[in-house]
């Protein structure tokens, strides 16, 4: 299959971390800005993070700000995601998405044409 492959979910307590991992299968990811995005149970999904290509660049959803970091490994051609201090708010299925190239918005859904099919993190209170 042609996708990212997420892992690296799971269950943790409230104030733990955890940190997401995304490689691909079938398709690179050096040259594409990379996004992570989350789905509650019941609600829609939602932008968490973005890294540009050469990861000099990082943008954050402010429920996530200062307690998650996105990063990449070019080398590995893998992208991260470090999130520490998790609330159960944060309970979400979490998808990994290569961008698509050009001026296209970050933190859009639609600016994103191959999507992992998710890990879940569940974070108990």
């Known amino acids: 299959q042609v996708r990212p492959v997420e892992s690296g979910g799971g269950l943790v307590q409230n104030g733990d971390s955890l940190r997401l991992s995304c490689a691909p299968s079938?398709?690179?990811?050096?040259?594409?800005?990379m996004g992570w995005f989350r789905q509650a149970l019941g609600k829609e999904r939602e932008f968490v993070a973005f890294?540009?290509?050469?990861?000099?660049?990082?943008y954050y959803a402010d429920s996530v700000k200062g307690r998650f970091t996105i990063s990449r490994d070019n080398a590995k051609n893998t992208v991260y995601l470090q999130m520490n201090d998790l609330r159960p708010e944060d309970t979400a299925v979490y998808y990994c998405?290569?961008?698509?190239?050009?001026?296209?918005?970050?933190?859009?859904?639609?600016?994103?044409?191959?999507w992992g099919q998710g890990t879940q993190v569940t974070v108990s209170s």
């Open positions: 998405a290569r961008k698509i190239g050009g001026g296209t918005s970050y933190n859009n859904r639609g600016s994103y044409n191959y």
């Open positions: 890294i540009n290509w050469a990861g000099s660049s990082t």
């Open positions: 079938g398709i690179t990811f050096s040259g594409y800005g």
